[in-house]
């Protein structure tokens, strides 16, 4: 017997543009917009089998699956995604969107601005996770999905999550909030602001204004990747990956690489700048920055939470120090307030912040089970 | 009646200069060199008074008191030492010393190479905290003193204090080792390499030989400061100083600072970008990351510290992320193994890794009472 075949094949990226103007949460306004996005799956008849999947940092609406020009350009999280999978694309409709703002096939910086003929650049507004769900919604109407059955995301994605059962409580019915923060720490935004710092003052960032001068802050972009990345592991992680192991057996007593660790780094780091855009990464960052949905109430995220009605797994992992546990632990508190249903699964997974990606058999299994859960 | 005078009042920085060629752990040689160091109090007759005080990354020789033309110039452990304080200057004889490569005096990247009449700039060797030991030996036997009544440091000062007891150890009767670790962790070692990086690929960096360039890189240092704070500071401290309060009450939805923790950030990066020198950091950072007495005992951290005869307290931080207590507590362990005598204070105090620094009543009566116990 053949091993079931529990694979995608090639999947299509799509664009859907919208020309009705976008009122941001800053008071810009983006005159219209693209979203690229991909689809798993078929909407039922009573369209109530969507899954929206929502990306973190460093990802894209590129979700499962591969492409047929790019074979090894898997989805980010493909090992999630898929026919037979946790989450069922035999069984669900599954939507990924690339959030606005990004370099990876929405509107985002390296757009060309309608009234100029040029890239936006650094007059591109500041988004946030609200515009995100906002910009989101739309696509959903356009795809005729009115009440997403559910919404997953990790990390960056979480906030996503979250965003929209309280800004479209009845379009969500529910949502899967992993390796989350309701809102960064000074800590998390210290990480990011050196991140941001690193960009804005390379040489080559001109201000924003880079895309026609023939260069890209490659040295700042790179250091913001390498400072993720330590933030993306957990300590004890690196040791175990990594240990005190010499490349070159012994000091070097010179800059070279001597620690494992440092050429991983810095292999990370170059390779990230090779491709991210640095206008995006300041703005995802500064997106990162901005949510707290209890900003509104006082700092009272209860407050805040008693918008939601849908149902909630809230996921967290022990080795992730950017957003440990006791994050969402907040998060489930608020809600148990609200009386809201929410599950809440803590996993000594060892992978740092990075496991929401992993495949942890007992993560896998937690999603699989509350997928199958889901009357549709 | 008066408070009675505990202030050193003005002090004087002295040069000593050694001739002699120094062998390094790298195997190069300093052909001459000189130590920058300050001296509180007075050498008793039989000698048995001495203490030296090792400084960590971003201090120097200046341990206490104030200079007759700088009077703003505070010495970096003034609330610890002088007549009357925890290490009281009218019972010991103090002497702060400047290590090899610093930027504050002792001979370094930017001292004039004998042989070309410039600035070493990216030749100065690679130093290890053994260099810095033999280099303070020198110093220690051209002051008259044989033994160290004790050698104390907090940080890379604390590696230095541990290195003095195997390299010398019947020339340290007690050693205080505070916030310290055996070894960098991977994530230590990662922290210092985004900051090599940082300032290694400022163009304004040449290689390391900017001084004849008439530039400085001014942006990479500060990039390596803002990682640096992130590390010295705990989670919670951040969280408690700065919280999530915003510079202009509301986000400014643009790259100026929003958020306090991030003022604090560039003032601390700006500031040390115009004193600090660059390739003393690159190599501090090296030192820091090589340091290891295991290593060369298959890792065995109780054989390492086997040569160790002195007495010892150690001192740790619960809220210190940097070296946190259990690094502190392997140490312990292997001196203990060892059947050495060992005090051991893990503090909760809430100032993370700077902790060492700060005025603590339960940290400061504890030196003072182990400094009170210590025989002459």
């Not at 089998?49 to 074979?71: D, F, M, P």
């Not at 929401?356 to 859960?373: I, M, Q, T, V, W």
């Amino acid at each position: 017997m053949n091993a079931p075949d529990n694979n995608l094949g090639f999947v299509v990226a799509q664009k859907a543009r919208f020309d009705a103007p976008l009122r941001l949460k800053s008071g810009a306004e983006l005159p219209s917009f693209e979203l690229a996005y991909e689809t798993y799956g078929e909407l039922n008849a009573a369209r109530s089998n969507a899954v929206l999947v929502c990306h973190a940092l460093n990802a894209s609406h590129h979700v499962a699956g591969r492409y047929e020009t790019e074979k090894d350009n898997v989805g980010w999280w493909d090992n999630l995604v898929g026919p037979g999978k946790p989450l069922d694309t035999r069984r669900f409709f599954v939507v990924g969107s690339n959030y606005l703002g990004s370099c990876f096939g929405s509107t985002g910086p390296a757009s060309i601005h309608p009234a100029t003929g040029k890239p936006w650049g650094a007059d591109f507004p500041v988004v946030t996770v609200e515009d995100w769900v906002e910009a989101q919604a739309r696509l959903a109407e356009r795809l005729g999905i009115e009440r997403f059955a559910a919404v997953i995301g990790g990390s960056l994605g979480a906030m996503q999550a979250l965003q929209w059962t309280l800004s479209y409580p009845e379009r969500v019915r529910h949502a899967l909030v992993i390796a989350a923060a309701a809102r960064l720490s000074p800590q998390n935004i210290a990480f990011n602001e050196v991140a941001r710092q690193a960009i804005m003052t390379d040489p080559d960032f001109h201000g924003g204004h880079y895309y026609d001068k023939g260069v890209v802050p490659t040295r700042g972009l790179r250091i913001a990747r390498m400072i993720g990345h330590i933030t993306y592991l957990s300590g004890e992680a690196m040791a175990e990956k990594f240990g005190r192991l010499m490349r070159r057996g012994a000091p070097g007593f010179d800059f070279d690489i001597d620690f494992e660790i440092e050429s991983y780094l810095r292999y990370q780091g170059d390779k990230f700048s090779t491709y991210f855009d640095a206008n995006t990464y300041l703005r995802i960052t500064k997106a990162l920055d901005y949510f707290d949905p209890a900003a509104d109430f006082g700092g009272d995220l209860t407050k805040a939470l008693a918008r939601a009605t849908a149902a909630f797994l809230v996921v967290s992992f022990k080795s992730d120090w950017r957003f440990p546990p006791s994050r969402s632990r907040d998060i489930v508190r608020a809600l148990l307030d609200n009386r809201r249903i929410v599950s809440y699964l803590e996993l000594d997974a060892p992978g740092g912040h990075d496991a929401f990606l992993l495949e942890d058999e007992r993560y896998h299994a937690a999603l699989r089970s509350y997928f199958g859960n889901i009357e549709l």
